[in-house]
């Protein structure tokens, strides 16, 4: 692949993603970050201080997963590419990674309010548990360390005190997953402000889970 010519596949995916991301208010400004991976050492990713909704080519960098190096694209790159690299180092299946401040995960992480992932049984399905990251210092290795170990082997975590990050297979994957928490902690807002949440017994959420591993992938 020459570096100065990303996908054009990838290239156009991720700027409808971004432009979805925005339109749906799941990011503002210039937050967040959105990755794919090209090949097993290059990924493709938003430059520093660039709008998700407004995304175009010149605005994405090629950059390598073992090194760190921009390979290709002529901005410069945001502080949190680590935490994408990082990401893709740790978990060979993931093909994309996406990280915004969507305003009600957001409100969980800077709350210290765990993710809700007993009050509605499709989440309990579908995503299972969203940790929340230990707090860290920012741009540090302590910091890269928490995320690569809250992430585990799941598809979601709330960054402590910095929104959401979620991995996927695809894009697309990623998008679902981060609309789907952003979904939940609206939900989980609205509900405790008209009263008491009433929690999933431990033997549904148990047998949902059951349920969920059963019809994972082998």
Avoid at 52 to 63: E, F, I, M, S, Y
Wanted: charged residues 15%; aromatic residues 4%; contains cysteine.
């Amino acid at each position: 692949m020459d570096p100065d010519q990303p996908a054009r596949a990838e290239a156009v995916e991720l700027i409808r993603v971004g432009r979805v991301m925005y339109d749906r208010g799941l990011t503002a400004g210039n937050d967040g970050n959105i990755s794919v991976r090209l090949d097993d050492d290059s990924v493709l990713i938003t430059a520093t201080g660039v709008c998700k909704g407004r995304l175009a080519p010149d605005c994405l960098l090629v950059v390598s997963v073992s090194s760190g190096q921009v390979i290709g694209g002529s901005m410069s790159p945001s502080s949190e590419t680590n935490i994408h690299l990082a990401t893709y180092r740790s978990r060979p299946d993931v093909g994309a990674v996406i990280h915004a401040h969507s305003p009600f995960a957001t409100a969980l992480a800077i709350t210290g309010t765990p993710f809700p992932a007993d009050v509605l049984p499709e989440v309990v399905f579908t995503l299972g548990q969203v940790p929340t990251t230990r707090p860290a210092v920012q741009r540090t290795q302590d910091y890269l360390d928490s995320v690569v170990s809250g992430l585990g082997s799941g598809q979601a975590v709330i960054l402590d005190h910095h929104g959401a990050m979620t991995v996927g297979a695809t894009l697309e994957d990623a998008l679902l997953t981060l609309e789907r928490i952003e979904h939940v902690a609206h939900v989980y807002w609205i509900a405790r402000s008209l009263g008491p949440v009433q929690h999933l017994s431990a033997q549904v959420v148990d047998q949902l889970a059951q349920r969920r591993n059963e019809q994972a992938p082998a």
